[in-house]
Nanobody, 129 residues
Framework: QMQLVESGGGLVQPGESLRLSCAASDVSLDSVHIGWFRQAPGKEREGVACITRGGFMWSHADSVKGRFTISRDGAKNMVYLQMNGLEPEDTGLYYC??????????????????????WGQGTQVTVSS
């Protein structure tokens, strides 16, 4: 099983920034699609951003466009989610997930278990004044 580990969450005030990281110990993250998802208590899990194998295409949810940026660092085997201008509505448990399907060469923000077969344990992001 692919083991994904998120880090970088924390408690911040509105307007501040965080950078989340997604790492894998025994697989190249550049070989899989990666999605960032978040879930607040009592709410459905929602897609935040995703990036394709090799980082050729990416997508961000409307709610975070202009504030969040997903990126890859192949040399470090990491995927990041830079979160700027954080708002209380961004509070939630953030997961990275991997889609190992080699086809099609796209990523999705829909958190289907059949698509994203591997999930990390989550890292908590709390935005509060």
């Amino acid at each position: 099983q692919m083991q994904l580990v998120e880090s970088g969450g924390g408690l911040v005030q509105p307007g501040e920034s965080l950078r989340l990281s997604c790492a894998a110990s025994d697989v190249s993250l550049d070989s899989v699609h990666i999605g960032w998802f978040r879930q607040a208590p009592g709410k459905e899990r929602e897609g935040v951003a995703c990036i394709t194998r090799g980082g050729f295409m990416w997508s961000h949810a409307d709610s975070v466009k202009g504030r969040f940026t997903i990126s890859r660092d192949g040399a470090k085997n990491m995927v990041y989610l830079q979160m700027n201008g954080l708002e209380p509505e961004d509070t939630g448990l953030y997961y990275c997930a991997a889609d190992p399907n080699p086809f099609p060469p796209i990523c999705t923000l829909v958190p289907r278990e059949g698509t994203y077969a591997h999930w990390g344990q989550g890292t908590q992001v709390t935005v509060s004044s």
